[in-house]
């Protein structure tokens, strides 16, 4: 079973998917003993607005909450980077910043089935980052998907000399690649 098993496959799906939840959550919605303010929110959310948006927290604050998650990301203090990450993702879901750290603590974690959804995610937000199908590919590569992982890292690569990342990016993709090839050229 592949770690992106449960993502739609296309847009047909995702428009079905809306169809069911949306009354669901209407009819939740209407049955929660909301306040005015509250149901306002609510309200404010289904017209698009983030609700950072909404509760006015500026991007200063925000970023000042992604600098906090990844560095608790880098001294290993996992939990409460993933914690702090989840509160920035509530406040703004579409940071593509956020989605990628909080992706990050989820792999470091071994959750590679989150931590790929959320990577697809951030893909979504930003198709050109190579750094987005490396840490795909080893999602997948750490699930034992290894023809879907040689394409993420392939992807990887083709990015990187399109111009998009870093040289160490483009050598990390190479060699995914070159490992995976081998290892499908080996008898098991």
């Known amino acids: 079973m592949s770690v992106l098993d449960s993502l739609p496959c296309s847009e047909n799906q995702r428009n079905e998917m809306l169809k069911i939840a949306a009354p669901m959550v209407a009819a939740f919605l ?20 983030s609700l950072a948006d909404i509760l006015r927290i500026s991007k200063e604050h925000r970023d000042a909450l992604l ?3 990844c560095r608790l990301l880098r001294a290993g203090e996992l939990d409460s980077a993933r914690a702090t990450l989840t509160i920035l993702l509530q406040l703004e879901p579409l940071d593509s910043r956020a989605i990628y750290a909080l992706a990050a603590v989820m792999q470091t974690q071994g959750d590679y089935g989150a931590a790929a959804k959320l990577y697809i995610s951030f893909l979504a937000l930003d198709a050109t980052n190579p750094e987005g199908y490396l840490r795909l590919g080893e999602c997948l590569l750490a699930n034992n998907e290894y023809g879907e992982a040689t394409e993420s890292f392939r992807i990887a690569n083709r990015l990187c000399e399109g111009g998009h990342g870093s040289p160490a990016c483009a050598e990390q993709a190479r060699r995914m690649v070159s490992f995976l090839q081998e290892r ?5």
């Open 30 to 49: 209407s049955n929660m003993d909301l306040t005015p303010h509250q149901r306002s929110v609510f309200d404010l959310m289904a017209e698009g607005l």
């Open 67 to 69: 600098q906090a998650g």
């Open 184 to 188: 499908e050229s080996v008898p098991h």
